[in-house]
Nanobody, 121 residues
Framework: QVQLVESGGGLVQSGGSLRLSCAGS????????MGWYRQAPGKQRELVAR???????DYSDSAKGRFTISRDNAGNTVYLQMNNLKPDDTAVYFC???????????????WGRGTQVTVSS
């Protein structure tokens, strides 16, 4: 079984910081294009930041200059450092990755269950 497990969400005041983590576990042969998405109440899920083509990074306009995505050397854990948080950043943050299992010859997308980030004004 393959899982992506997020952690690090919580309640923070406007201007504060949080660091999210997402770790892949299970029968993973290879993992790529890890990233973060978020979904606020009543809104569609949107990209926050992600790795693409192994080393390229995409940020949403709202994340640029405030959020930083990084990963560990093994590439199975991705982080999102969020600084200068605003009430509009309040959402459930989801980890996403393309994973190839030992028993498969292709990559498929996986989602974590999400972690709540709430920013108070």
């Amino acid at each position: 079984q393959v899982q992506l497990v997020e952690s690090g969400g919580g309640l923070v005041q406007s201007g504060g910081s949080l660091r999210l983590s997402c770790a892949g576990s299970g029968s993973i042969l290879s993992i790529r294009n890890m990233g973060w998405y978020r979904q606020a109440p009543g809104k569609q899920r949107e990209l926050v930041a992600r790795y693409r083509n192994y080393n390229d990074i995409d940020y949403s306009d709202s994340a640029k200059g405030r959020f930083t995505i990084s990963r560990d050397n093994a590439g199975n854990t991705v982080y999102l450092q969020m600084n200068n948080l605003k009430p509009d950043d309040t959402a459930v943050y989801f980890c996403n990755a393309e994973i190839r299992r030992f028993t498969e010859t292709f990559f498929r997308p996986y989602w974590g269950r999400g972690t709540q980030v709430t920013v108070s004004s």
